[in-house]
């Protein structure tokens, strides 16, 4: 085993390509201590309908179990869900942990989205921003900041909306208004009670060369008293443990040493050496 697990993953049940058996398997053959399932909650947001957990979440509950029994004693298997901002369904009592995501945003117009595709994020932001994308930032950190207040296990992607915006094309990310607002995301986060993801999951995607969130986030988050954990937002087995090695590199750039593992005993501290 390695100083390594993937919690943040989506199987074939939500918007993933594998399944949960495949997805576990390739965690086990990774290394990895644990691996934990963190499909979509449900939402009625139009774009999401087939790439969320329905309502039951029987199947997805009774799947998790069946892959816990067979890994017994090689490897943790936990249950999780990614609990969507908009989702009226509530964290199940089962989870054995929960993300807190922000995916879209709820305006009079209708829904708008920050991670569905550029097209979309500027059509979005014209109609129901006027075209001012630092505007559209500070509503959707305004929304991370109510996710974070709730006390996630882990705090999702906290800047996904830059995932179309490596190149700076829709707005500044050094800008003053966009730092504060994503300061202040984070401010509402309490370190004690929720990690902070560094994710790779757009990087295995083709959207990113380098992992959310910023490196101006990690540092304020380490002094803060934060710990990080590392995850791939998975959506396929190929993509498992995806951009691990740069995710530690980032995480190192920020002052940090160790990162979280979850497992089924709890929280556990491991050095960054991947």
């Known amino acids: 085993m390695k100083n390594i697990c993937s919690v943040h993953t989506h199987s074939t049940l ?3 390509k594998s399944s949960l058996a495949e997805m576990a398997r390739a965690a086990f053959e990774a290394g990895a201590v644990s691996f934990g399932a963190s499909g979509h909650s449900h939402t009625e947001v139009p774009w999401d309908q087939g790439g969320v957990l329905p309502l039951d979440l029987t199947e997805y509950r009774d799947e998790l179990l ?4 067979a890994y017994a004693g090689r490897m943790d298997v936990l249950l999780g869900i990614e609990q969507d901002s908009l989702s009226p369904q509530p964290v199940p009592e089962w989870a054995d942990y929960w993300i ?4 879209n945003l709820r305006r009079p117009e209708g829904f708008a989205s920050v991670d569905y595709s550029p097209e979309k ?4 932001c014209r109609t129901m921003f006027r075209g ?3 505007a559209m930032a500070e509503a959707y950190f305004g929304d991370v900041a109510a996710m974070a207040a ?3 296990a882990i705090l999702g992607h906290i800047d996904l909306i830059s995932k179309f915006n490596e190149d700076g094309g829709f707005f500044d990310e050094a800008d003053p208004r966009y730092q504060a607002a994503a300061l202040g995301a984070l401010h509402a986060a309490d370190p004690r009670e929720t990690l ?8 295995s995607r083709g959207y990113r060369s380098v992992p959310y969130p910023a490196l101006f986030l990690l540092k304020e988050w380490r002094a803060m008293g934060g710990s990080i954990i590392l995850t791939a937002d998975a959506h396929s087995a190929g993509a498992i443990v995806h951009g691990y090695a740069q995710a530690a590199e980032l995480a190192r750039a920020a002052g940090f040493d160790r990162s979280v593992l979850l497992t089924l005993s709890g929280r556990e501290e491991r050095p960054l050496d991947i």
Do not use: Q, W, Y
Request: include cysteine; charged fraction near 40%; glycine fraction near 10%.
């Open 66 to 69: 069946r892959l816990r029994e």
């Open 14 to 16: 939500c918007d993933g």
């Open 196 to 203: 902070l993801e560094i994710n790779t999951g757009a990087m």
């Open 100 to 103: 807190g995501s922000v995916h």
């Open 121 to 124: 994020l500027e059509k979005d």
């Open 132 to 134: 001012d994308f630092l």
């Open 150 to 152: 709730r006390k996630p």
